[in-house]
């Protein structure tokens, strides 16, 4: 299958730094949002506050999601599921992302 500018798609990786900043509703957020990433072929490989910082970059909470091609991110973040939490994620956390293309071997 072909994504964005005619390149295979492969999966992808969407790497968020999350900083808590109202707790109970960022919970809300975290009970709710599972299974939304999976009704989109999403799947958490890291999400957790355990991290071991090498330089000056000192993150509270990492989150790693692969997911299959960068269209399912797109379909993710644009579901009206998605989009009905979102605000929870806001109030909750100061978070910033970026998506990376999976390693293709060569």
Known sequence: MFGPKGRIDMAVYMIIDSTVKDKEKYQQYIEQVLPIVTRFGG?????????????????????????????????????????????????????????????AGK
């Open 43 to 103: 799947r958490y490989h890291v999400r957790g506050e355990n991290i071991r910082a090498f330089g000056s970059w000192k993150p509270e909470r990492i989150i790693v999601i692969e997911f299959p091609s960068e269209s399912h991110v797109q379909k993710w973040l644009t579901s009206t599921e998605y989009r009905a939490i979102a605000p929870l994620r806001e109030a909750g956390a100061d978070t910033q992302a970026i998506l990376v293309d999976g390693y």
